[in-house]
């Protein structure tokens, strides 16, 4: 059985740090693109970064390029989100799933769902002062 934890959110000041992991059993981390979605209270879901299987390719929604970053550690079955320079609008429940697809729009890359990929439950960050 499939099971995806994300920890590591809480309540940060702007402009400080988090970072959280989304950790897995039943599947491998590794063989699996990897997204991490977030959902604001009122809002849609929305992509923030996706990482190819093979660490290639990393790509990042506009709101959080150059302030995020994910890696992988496969010794832990673990994927990080390295969340720095925190904004009040980075505030949202921040989920992991085992797929992610990417759209590119000119300027802007869109990171999609994938009807296929497991979830995990989520973690809350707040950005407030």
């Known amino acids: 059985q499939v099971h995806l934890v994300e920890s590591g959110g809480g309540v940060v000041q702007p402009g400080g740090s988090l970072r959280l992991s989304c950790t897995a059993s039943g599947l491998t981390l590794e063989n699996y693109y990897i997204g991490w979605f977030r959902q604001a209270p009122g809002q849609e879901r929305e992509g923030v970064s996706c990482?190819?299987?093979?660490?290639?390719?990393?790509y990042y929604e506009n709101p959080v390029k150059g302030r995020f970053t994910v890696s992988r550690d496969n010794d832990k079955n673990t994927v990080y989100l390295q969340m720095d320079s925190l904004k009040p609008e980075d505030t949202a429940v921040y989920y992991c799933a085992t797929d992610c697809g990417i759209v590119s729009m000119g300027r802007r890359t869109i990171i999609t769902e994938s009807s296929t990929a497991s979830w995990g439950q989520g973690t809350q960050v707040t950005v407030s002062s």
């Open positions: 990482i190819s299987r093979a660490d290639d390719r990393i």
